[in-house]
Antibody, heavy 122, light 107 residues
Framework: EVQLVESGGGLVKPGESLRLSCAASGFTFNNAWMTWVRQAPGKGLEWVGRIKSKAAGGTTEYAAPVAGRFTISRDDLKNTVNLQMNSLKTEDTAVYYC?????????????WGQGTLVTVSS | EIVMTQSPATLSVSPGERATLSCRASQGVSNNLAWYQQKPGQAPRLLIYAASTRAPGIPATFSGSGSGTEFTLTISSLQSEDFAVYYCQQYNNWPLTFGGGTKVEIK
């Protein structure tokens, strides 16, 4: 069974940092392109960024609002993907999901975690 | 950035009726479009990718169509479990973008 489990969310002050993790199981993680998507309270979905598989270069791309502040990394030995968030702003408050096609579909995000809530407030 | 516009924002439908949701891209995205369903407190669920291909386990009551800039998600006969928010997403151009969502509510 494909499973994604996020952790690391919490309450932080503006300007602080937080590191989220997503533990994956049930699929070939080292082949997967992993994505982070967030959802502010009561709002829609916002794509945050992704990391390609190492075979595809392992490169990362980010949405403009987080570029330069957020960094995505992966550990293929531990089957985890991380989201390092620095210089957090109140507008970064959201539920953060990791997602991936997981080899289930050729496109789209067929697998999602349950999400972890990040609250940025003074 | 490609802007995805969904309409209507809210759709009131009676159980058993048909629902038609629209998604428009600000520029052409070929057929690189997905649809997701999200219920309160849950993660999104992939329904459709490549504009018209159902994801595994998705019932045939859900169908997608369109290409280029105009896309449609049709739910042929609404069941109680189908009342939710639906999002489209283009994955043709960087950055990937979602529409604002259509809430399908019980009439």
């Amino acid at each position: 069974e494909v499973q994604l489990v996020e952790s690391g969310g919490g309450l932080v002050k503006p300007g602080e940092s937080l590191r989220l993790s997503c533990a994956a199981s049930g699929f070939t993680f080292n082949n997967a392109w992993m994505t982070w998507v967030r959802q502010a309270p009561g709002k829609g979905l916002e794509w945050v960024g992704r990391i390609k598989s190492k075979a595809a270069g392992g490169t990362t791309e980010y949405a403009a609002p987080v570029a330069g502040r957020f960094t995505i990394s992966r550990d293929d030995l531990k089957n985890t993907v991380n989201l390092q968030m620095n210089s957090l702003k109140t507008e970064d408050t959201a539920v953060y999901y990791c997602a991936t096609p997981a080899g289930i579909t050729a496109a789209g995000y067929a697998a999602w975690g349950q999400g972890t809530l990040v609250t940025v407030s003074s | 950035e490609i802007v995805m516009t969904q309409s209507p924002a809210t759709l009131s439908v009676s159980p058993g009726e048909r629902a038609t949701l629209s998604c428009r891209a600000s520029q052409g995205v070929s057929n690189n479009l997905a649809w997701y369903q999200q219920k309160p407190g849950q993660a999104p669920r992939l329904l459709i990718y490549a504009a018209s291909t159902r994801a595994p386990g998705i019932p045939a009551t859900f169908s997608g169509s369109g290409s280029g800039t105009e896309f449609t998600l049709t739910i042929s006969s609404l069941q109680s479990e189908d009342f939710a928010v639906y999002y489209c997403q283009q994955y043709n151009n960087w950055p990937l973008t979602f529409g604002g969502g259509t809430k399908v509510e019980i009439k």
